[in-house]
């Protein structure tokens, strides 16, 4: 094994270096701790009296960029952190798990550890002082935490429990995250559950359920053995660095790459094709995909009925499926009472069929039923391809092209969030999967839907974040963050009523990242006390009452398992500095405060030991002491994971299901449901970014975004190495827009609609689609010449999931004299 192996560094290894003096002396400056003076480098011998100590720790960076956040061997000099590399990762047989080196932004985490912008104690909002006027006194954390949890003992004593919600973002994905889910949970307090990303993941959940090995059919990995490669809805070579190796694999092995994006990004560059799309059609165009090779006989008919819905009998009535009870044949609910199918003109339980039908519509002792595929047929016939062709801005030849190499060739979707930012966003996934189930494109190594990632030992329960003993605790209930305004300034959001008076936000920065900023300042300037527990001062722990000191991730435990093939261990690397503490230290403070000492008794690495210490981890060979020693502790499948291949359809039916019976919305807002409708895939436009919206006519542009590769979300955004890099947002414009408008190229330009504006730097950018703009994101007030732009975006969303829809936006765009 290489000497960067897992298990080479089973403790911390001490070694003697010199040769790797002078890389580190660069990055010595960042951190504060240049070599001892003398050093020469020339032996590496004992005797040297200028030989560095130099220890080791394996923990991990908090990028969020595809895969896994890099594994890090941390260095340490003298107490401090002056290099980071990256171990050897292996698969059970030996093979090397293919990534990139430390990147850019990774090696900046020691300028953000040792950034003298860090919260370095607990602060309290000085009194008689508003918030965001930055008038701050240093607390002791006795104090804070007695102020704190005194406080919310009032307020649930006075308003009840749900007066107090926790809220955490998706910046930084550790286990301790978790922790804080034990605290809202004893206390009964409400979840403010951010709308990140739901669309892509419950859509995929509706289609195949949750705990397999993959989010989308198939896994990050099998992009490299497809032919064709569709790169829709994301641009990898920014997103998901870590992984984006495997599409170069395809490439090398001659795939052909096509990128499907109203912007020619990075991916686009590095493609063979580039195809512009109106923003949110997405879901017409895989319609479109779909009527092609029904039109041409490429439906995979054997495979509907085997392994999809396709032939479940479906009552017209209320649109659940037939099953034996209907017909009094078995008791409603039992094991017996199974679905029917239709076939040689009687019905059959679906298990029993050989050859059942999927088109018809029949009758059974009196009930109108038809197959699932009929209804999914029916409702891909609302469209045709010529207005198809108009909504997508496609030609039907090239949507036939895309058609004929979805069947003819090895191919694969590759989505990122793209789709997940529009109010629409689940019809696009909706229709993405009817494509892939009606097509039989699944099932196979290259062929199929890859979303975004893997799955993670936490999700799959081998870390079972429930193994916490919580006694008959009752949790609180949980409410999407589009909706906290409403439930703010109503006392009620669907069916939760509650009196919120302060939120705990923690790994979040909601005024920089949520959709429509001014009703966030308005949500939090209406609570009583507003906690953050943040390292920086972000825009959100700018306006809180308390600030707590978060410890980086270097500076404590920690397990790390979201989207990654490993479940890893983050060994802590030096002490916190300053006064912080990691968010389980600060979680247990506030618990003991709250009255449940008796809960909060565990060390942060006994707790862990608990949440890997099950049955579920030990069949996969996880243990405390190996993942302690190894720190990365491979719990995936040697092969790629593919739905319906290696990895279990954990569906209701255990069928990918393109028709979902009996659909609820995720959170009832109250507003009118139609369940029949939202059953199987339709199509409608998003909620505002569309050209035939009324608002179009004074709004003409969408404003979109993309993630660059110098910032994750908000982090980054202050190390000064990176600004030096890239200074300051602009917002990309086709030349068509800004010349219909008298602006050139650097002028300063006004974005702005009816919620708000943001003023900053115009770039031209021709590959932006005329009637598109893109701000990069993560970007935080100070960096604009005025405004915000989360300001314009709207926290409009449909019921089906409750998502922020960023790139929903509409918006009109003056230079600025
Ligand atoms: N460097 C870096 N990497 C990250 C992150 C980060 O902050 N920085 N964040 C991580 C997280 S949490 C996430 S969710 C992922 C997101 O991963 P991605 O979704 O890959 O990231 P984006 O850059 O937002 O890419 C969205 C793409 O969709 C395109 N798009 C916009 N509208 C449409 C449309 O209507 N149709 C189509 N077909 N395309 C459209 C945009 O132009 C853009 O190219 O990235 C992860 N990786
Ligand atoms: N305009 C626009 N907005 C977007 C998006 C977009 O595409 N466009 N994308 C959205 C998406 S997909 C996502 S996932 C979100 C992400 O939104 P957030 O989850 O808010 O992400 P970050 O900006 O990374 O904020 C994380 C905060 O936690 C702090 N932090 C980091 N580590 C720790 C820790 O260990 N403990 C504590 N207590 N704090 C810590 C960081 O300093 C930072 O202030 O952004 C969303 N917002
Ligand atoms: S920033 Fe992302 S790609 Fe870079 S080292 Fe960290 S996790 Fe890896
Ligand atoms: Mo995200």
Same mark, same amino acid.
């Given at each position: 094994?290489?000497?960067?192996?897992?298990?080479?560094?089973?403790? %911390?290894? !001490?070694?003697?270096?010199?040769?790797?003096?002078?890389?580190?002396?660069?990055?010595?400056?960042?951190?504060?701790?240049?070599?001892?003076?003398?050093?020469?480098?020339?032996?590496?011998?004992?005797?040297?009296?200028?030989?560095?100590?130099?220890?080791?720790?394996?923990? #991990?960076?908090?990028?969020?960029?595809?895969?896994?956040?890099?594994?890090?061997?941390?260095?340490? %000099?003298?107490?401090?952190?002056?290099?980071?590399?990256?171990?050897?990762?292996?698969?059970?047989?030996?093979?090397?798990?293919?990534?990139?080196?430390?990147?850019?932004?990774?090696?900046?985490?020691?300028?953000?550890?040792?950034?003298?912008?860090?919260?370095?104690?607990?602060?309290?909002?000085?009194?008689?002082?508003?918030?965001?006027?930055?008038?701050?006194?240093?607390?002791?954390?006795?104090?804070?935490?007695?102020? =704190?949890?005194?406080?919310?003992?009032?307020?649930?004593?006075?308003?009840?429990?749900?007066?107090?919600?926790?809220?955490?973002? $998706?910046?930084? $994905?550790?286990?301790?995250?978790?922790?804080?889910? %034990?605290?809202?949970?004893?206390?009964?307090?409400?979840? +403010?559950?951010?709308?990140?990303?739901?669309?892509?993941?419950?859509?995929?959940?509706?289609?195949?359920?949750?705990?397999?090995?993959?989010?989308?059919?198939?896994?990050?990995?099998?992009?490299?053995?497809?032919?064709?490669?569709?790169?829709?809805?994301?641009?990898?070579?920014?997103?998901?660095?870590?992984?984006?190796?495997?599409?170069?694999?395809?490439?090398?092995?001659?795939?052909?790459?096509?990128?499907?994006?109203?912007?020619?990004?990075?991916?686009?560059?590095?493609?063979?094709?580039?195809?512009?799309?109106?923003?949110?059609?997405?879901?017409?165009?895989?319609?479109?995909?779909? +009527?092609?090779?029904?039109?041409?006989?490429?439906?995979?008919?054997?495979?509907?009925?085997?392994?999809?819905?396709?032939?479940?009998?479906? /009552?017209?009535?209320?649109?659940?499926?037939?099953?034996?009870?209907?017909?009094?044949?078995?008791?409603?609910?039992?094991?017996?009472?199974?679905?029917?199918?239709?076939?040689?003109?009687?019905?059959?339980?679906?298990?029993?069929?050989?050859?059942?039908?999927?088109?018809?519509?029949?009758? =059974?002792?009196?009930?109108?039923?038809?197959?699932?595929?009929?209804?999914?047929?029916?409702?891909?016939?609302?469209?045709?391809?010529?207005? =198809?062709? @108009?909504?997508?801005? =496609?030609?039907?030849?090239?949507?036939?092209?895309?058609?004929?190499?979805?069947?003819?060739?090895?191919?694969?979707?590759? #989505?990122?969030?793209?789709?997940?930012?529009?109010?629409?966003?689940?019809?696009?996934?909706?229709?993405?999967?009817?494509?892939?189930?009606?097509?039989?494109?699944?099932?196979?190594?290259?062929?199929?839907?890859?979303?975004?990632?893997?799955?993670?030992?936490?999700?799959?329960?081998?870390?079972?974040?429930?193994?916490?003993?919580?006694?008959?605790?009752?949790?609180?209930?949980?409410? &999407?963050?589009?909706?906290?305004?409403?439930?703010?300034?109503?006392?009620?959001?669907?069916?939760?009523?509650?009196?919120?008076?302060?939120?705990?936000?923690?790994?979040?920065?909601?005024?920089?990242?949520?959709?429509?900023?001014?009703?966030?300042?308005?949500?939090?300037?209406?609570?009583?006390?507003?906690?953050?527990?943040?390292?920086?001062?972000?825009? $959100?722990?700018?306006?809180?009452?308390?600030?707590?000191?978060?410890?980086?991730?270097?500076?404590?435990?920690?397990?790390?398992?979201?989207?990654?093939?490993?479940? %890893?261990?983050?060994?802590?690397?030096?002490?916190?500095? !300053?006064?912080?503490?990691?968010?389980?230290?600060?979680?247990?403070?506030?618990?003991?405060?709250?009255?449940?000492?008796?809960?909060? #008794?565990?060390?942060?690495?006994?707790?862990?030991?608990?949440?890997?210490?099950?049955?579920?981890?030990?069949?996969?060979?996880?243990?405390?002491?190996?993942? @302690?020693?190894?720190?990365?502790?491979?719990?995936?499948?040697?092969?790629?994971?593919?739905?319906?291949?290696?990895?279990?359809?954990?569906?209701?039916?255990?069928?990918?299901?393109?028709?979902?019976?009996?659909?609820?919305?995720?959170?009832?807002?109250?507003? !009118?449901?139609?369940?029949?409708?939202?059953?199987?895939?339709?199509?409608? &436009?998003?909620?505002?970014?569309?050209?035939?919206?009324?608002?179009?006519?004074?709004?003409?542009?969408?404003?979109?975004?993309?993630?660059?590769?110098? /910032?994750?979300?908000?982090?980054?955004?202050?190390?000064?190495?990176?600004?030096?890099?890239?200074?300051?947002?602009?917002?990309?414009?086709?030349?068509?827009?800004?010349?219909?408008?008298?602006?050139?190229?650097?002028?300063?330009?006004?974005?702005?609609?009816?919620?708000?504006?943001?003023?900053?730097?115009?770039?031209?950018?021709?590959?932006?689609?005329?009637?598109?703009?893109?701000?990069?994101?993560?970007?935080?007030?100070?960096?604009?010449?005025?405004?915000?732009?989360?300001?314009?975006?709207?926290?409009?969303?449909?019921?089906? !999931?409750?998502?922020?829809?960023?790139?929903?936006?509409?918006?009109?765009?003056? @230079?600025?004299?």
């Amino acid at each position: 094994m290489a000497e960067n192996t897992p298990s080479a560094l089973t403790r %911390r290894s !001490f070694l003697k270096t010199t040769g790797v003096v002078a890389g580190a002396a660069a990055l010595g400056s960042l951190a504060g701790c240049a070599p001892k003076e003398g050093g020469d480098g020339s032996s590496d011998s004992n005797e040297n009296p200028t030989a560095i100590e130099e220890t080791v720790v394996y923990s #991990t960076c908090m990028g969020n960029c595809g895969g896994c956040g890099c594994p890090l061997l941390v260095h340490v %000099r003298d107490g401090k952190v002056c290099n980071l590399t990256k171990p050897r990762l292996e698969y059970p047989d030996g093979s090397l798990v293919k990534s990139h080196g430390v990147c850019m932004k990774g090696y900046m985490n020691i300028e953000r550890m040792y950034s003298p912008t860090r919260v370095q104690y607990p602060m309290r909002r000085v009194d008689g002082t508003e918030r965001g006027d930055g008038q701050w006194e240093r607390v002791s954390w006795e104090e804070a935490i007695g102020d =704190i949890t005194s406080k919310w003992k009032e307020m649930q004593a006075e308003s009840g429990n749900t007066s107090i919600a926790f809220m955490s973002g $998706t910046g930084n $994905t550790f286990y301790s995250n978790a922790y804080a889910t %034990r605290l809202a949970t004893l206390m009964g307090a409400m979840t +403010l559950q951010t709308a990140y990303d739901a669309n892509g993941v419950n859509a995929h959940i509706s289609h195949c359920g949750i705990g397999g090995y993959t989010w989308g059919l198939n896994e990050y990995r099998d992009l490299a053995n497809a032919e064709t490669i569709l790169i829709w809805g994301g641009n990898p070579t920014e997103s998901i660095a870590v992984d984006y190796h495997y599409i170069t694999e395809a490439k090398e092995k001659g795939a052909t790459v096509i990128v499907i994006d109203p912007v020619f990004t990075s991916s686009a560059s590095d493609s063979d094709r580039y195809i512009s799309i109106r923003p949110g059609s997405d879901g017409l165009l895989a319609a479109g995909m779909a +009527l092609i090779a029904i039109r041409d006989g490429k439906i995979d008919k054997s495979h509907m009925q085997k392994m999809t819905v396709a032939p479940f009998l479906v /009552k017209n009535e209320d649109g659940l499926y037939l099953r034996l009870s209907d017909l009094g044949k078995a008791e409603a609910g039992s094991e017996a009472d199974r679905i029917l199918v239709y076939e040689g003109g009687n019905p059959v339980a679906f298990d029993e069929a050989k050859d059942p039908e999927i088109e018809g519509e029949f009758e =059974i002792d009196g009930i109108a039923v038809k197959p699932a595929y009929q209804i999914l047929l029916e409702r891909f016939s609302e469209w045709d391809l010529e207005t =198809i062709s @108009k909504h997508t801005d =496609i030609s039907i030849e090239t949507i036939e092209e895309l058609a004929d190499l979805w069947t003819s060739t090895k191919c694969m979707i590759c #989505t990122g969030f793209g789709h997940d930012h529009y109010g629409n966003g689940f019809n696009t996934y909706d229709a993405m999967f009817a494509l892939s189930d009606i097509t039989g494109v699944q099932c196979e190594h290259g062929r199929g839907i890859a979303c975004c990632g893997y799955t993670s030992p936490m999700s799959q329960g081998i870390i079972d974040v429930s193994s916490v003993g919580l006694d008959d605790a009752v949790p609180g209930p949980i409410v &999407p963050t589009p909706y906290v305004h409403q439930l703010v300034e109503e006392g009620k959001a669907g069916a939760v009523e509650a009196d919120l008076r302060s939120i705990y936000i923690y790994r979040m920065n909601p005024v920089g990242n949520e959709t429509d900023r001014q009703k966030w300042l308005k949500t939090l300037g209406e609570m009583e006390l507003v906690v953050v527990s943040d390292m920086f001062m972000s825009e $959100t722990a700018e306006l809180a009452d308390y600030v707590l000191p978060a410890a980086f991730i270097f500076e404590h435990d920690d397990i790390f398992s979201i989207n990654t093939m490993f479940a %890893r261990y983050a060994e802590k690397v030096v002490d916190p500095l !300053f006064e912080a503490k990691g968010d389980f230290d600060i979680i247990t403070l506030l618990g003991k405060g709250m009255g449940f000492e008796k809960y909060f #008794t565990a060390s942060d690495l006994e707790h862990y030991e608990a949440c890997v210490t099950n049955d579920l981890a030990e069949s996969v060979g996880l243990t405390w002491d190996k993942l @302690k020693s190894e720190h990365a502790v491979f719990t995936h499948l040697q092969e790629p994971a593919v739905q319906g291949l290696n990895s279990p359809i954990l569906s209701a039916t255990g069928r990918f299901e393109f028709y979902h019976e009996g659909i609820l919305p995720q959170f009832d807002d109250g507003r !009118f449901w139609d369940s029949k409708r939202e059953s199987c895939w339709y199509w409608e &436009p998003p909620i505002e970014a569309w050209y035939e919206n009324e608002k179009y006519a004074t709004y003409p542009l969408v404003l979109g975004g993309e993630r660059c590769k110098f /910032k994750t979300h908000t982090m980054f955004n202050n190390s000064p190495s990176i600004l030096e890099l890239d200074p300051e947002p602009y917002v990309k414009i086709n030349p068509v827009d800004a010349s219909a408008r008298g602006i050139a190229e650097g002028d300063v330009v006004r974005l702005y609609n009816d919620r708000g504006s943001v003023t900053l730097k115009a770039v031209f950018n021709a590959g932006c689609r005329p009637g598109f703009l893109v701000i990069d994101h993560g970007w935080t007030k100070d960096h604009f010449i005025d405004g915000h732009y989360a300001d314009l975006t709207s926290c409009a969303t449909k019921q089906r !999931f409750a998502q922020d829809n960023w790139f929903d936006c509409l918006c009109e765009m003056e @230079k600025v004299q």
